[in-house]
């Protein structure tokens, strides 16, 4: 692979939350083959506590920088580190989210919330406790015991959510977890991802697709290049929490959203 391919790109400048570096990447770069370079450079620092939105178009990296992150897939180049260490393989304080919820049919929903303590052999009484109060949490007290095909596709994805915050991760990558769902079930599942958020320590990194959802919920939102994805820009989010679905119909989260579009259709 020549060395042009996977040439760096400069470091976005970085905005101060305050508090600890929670993940932080150097040059960061995946390529699955000499033709294929996912991702391409990519320098940035997440502060703990804060949530981060990621947007781009299909193919531009977005996922990828995530697995690297949990450790899922390893790095061709660069660095990425979580707490000070290198990722180099999946981390107990690292939890993640996909597009579908991925329950299994034959188990309750607090059974499959219950999953994480199962892989670990941890399942006791406290472990039971905590799984149902996640659930409470995501909205589905009375609902602990129904099976998925009891439950609707919004209702399946607040069990993976759920499940999500079973793990005690402390650092929540989500993606694309609302993408499949109705635009009405994705507003409320916005509304409630952001209030659990606000009251967990947790540090969250969030693809999307959709721009005024990503401004939404972030204190910041990176955008990325097509492939080779690269780190455009990140755009800071000034608004305070917590923040009602009113807020995207001001013009200072239109102009927001504005400036994030018009950053993406200047590299389409």
């Known amino acids: 692979m020549s060395d042009s391919a996977l040439e760096s790109v400069t470091p976005t400048p970085q905005p101060s939350f305050g508090g600890d570096v929670v993940i932080e990447a150097n040059a960061l770069t995946k390529a699955f083959s000499e033709e294929v370079i996912a991702l391409q450079g990519a320098s ?3 502060k703990k506590g804060s949530f981060i939105s990621l947007v781009g178009p299909s193919g531009c990296g977005k996922s990828t920088l995530l697995r690297l992150a949990a450790g899922l897939i390893d790095r061709t180049s660069g660095s990425i580190r979580v707490h000070g260490e290198e ?3 999946p981390r107990t304080d690292i939890g993640m989210m996909f597009q579908k919820p991925t329950l299994l049919e034959w188990r309750t929903a607090v059974e499959n919330v219950l999953l994480p303590n199962e892989i670990k052999g941890t399942i006791d009484d406290a472990a039971r406790r905590r799984a149902i109060e996640a659930l409470h949490l ?5 609902f602990e ?4 095909r009891q439950l609707s596709g919004g209702m399946q994805q607040r069990v993976a959510l759920a499940r999500l915050l079973q793990t005690g991760a402390d650092i929540l990558l989500l993606d694309e977890p ?11 599942l916005n509304i409630e991802l ?3 958020v606000d009251d967990t320590p947790t540090t969250s990194l969030f693809v999307t697709h959709n721009i005024a959802e ?3 919920l972030a204190d910041e ?3 990325m290049t097509p492939r080779p994805g690269k780190l455009a820009r990140i755009v800071d989010v000034p608004f305070e929490r917590p923040r009602s679905l009113e807020l995207q119909l001001t013009p200072e989260f239109n102009a927001i959203e504005s400036e994030v579009r018009d950053l993406l259709g200047s590299y389409v």
């Open 44 to 46: 940035f620092q997440i």
């Open 87 to 89: 990722v180099n393989e």
């Open 138 to 142: 995501v909205g589905l007290k009375e």
């Open 145 to 148: 015991f129904h099976f998925p």
């Open 178 to 188: 609302f993408g499949a769902l109705d635009e009405f079930t994705r507003e409320r």
């Open 194 to 196: 952001m209030r659990i």
């Open 214 to 216: 990503a401004i939404f």
């Open 221 to 223: 939102v990176m955008v």
